[in-house]
């Protein structure tokens, strides 16, 4: 599908920026420059990703861009244009069918206001992904530090990431 622009008073055709998220591969009306987050809340209405800080600094916007860990407030719709595969929290399982990240989070209690969540678990899919067992609980932590919470679950959530680990490993 193509969208008018005009550059310099000139009218020109553009492609809309293509971008697969969850498996699903769909065009999106928006500016290159948009950061990812508002078109996967406002324009495919995701509610996992959050908008915290803006700034790349508290991880609630956490999602998975070709498997590693991205903050999708600072990464811009133009930059995963294309072949790229997105997936947020909504991608990694199903009520029926959860990751096992996600049903290790229920089983531990690690979520009080839920705000964080799904950047947490998101960012602990990275890391199982690249670390399959053997973790300690100082990787875990190490590896989500940079993912704020306000609620303090943090020692659940490192539980709720070693129990997923070990049920991976198995």
């Known amino acids: 599908m193509k969208a008018p622009a005009t550059q310099h008073g000139a009218a020109e055709e553009m492609d809309m920026p293509r971008i697969t998220v ?3 591969a769909t ?3 928006a500016d290159p ?8 809340r406002n324009d495919l209405a995701l509610n996992g990703p959050k908008l915290g800080c803006g700034r790349a600094q508290c991880g609630a916007c956490t999602v998975l861009v070709d498997g590693h860990a991205a903050r999708s407030c600072q990464v811009k719709l133009g930059d995963v244009a294309g072949a790229q595969q997105i997936t947020t929290l909504e991608g990694l399982g199903t009520p029926e069918a959860p990751h ?8 531990e209690q690690a979520a009080q206001c839920g705000y964080c969540t799904s950047g947490m678990i998101m960012q602990a899919a990275a890391l199982l992904a690249e670390r399959r067992s053997g973790l300690t609980e100082a ?3 190490e590896a989500l530090e940079h993912n704020l919470c306000r ?3 943090q020692p659940r ?3 709720a990431v070693m129990r997923a680990s070990r049920q991976q490993g198995a």
Do not use: H, K, S, W
């Not at 096992?100 to 089983?107: G, K, S």
């Open 22 to 24: 969850n498996g699903r």
């Open 27 to 29: 065009e999106v009306d």
């Open 33 to 40: 420059a948009t950061p990812l987050i508002y078109v996967l």
């Open 100 to 107: 096992a990240l996600q049903a290790a989070f229920i089983a």
């Open 139 to 141: 990787q875990v932590a």
């Open 151 to 153: 609620c303090g679950t």
């Open 157 to 159: 959530v490192v539980r």
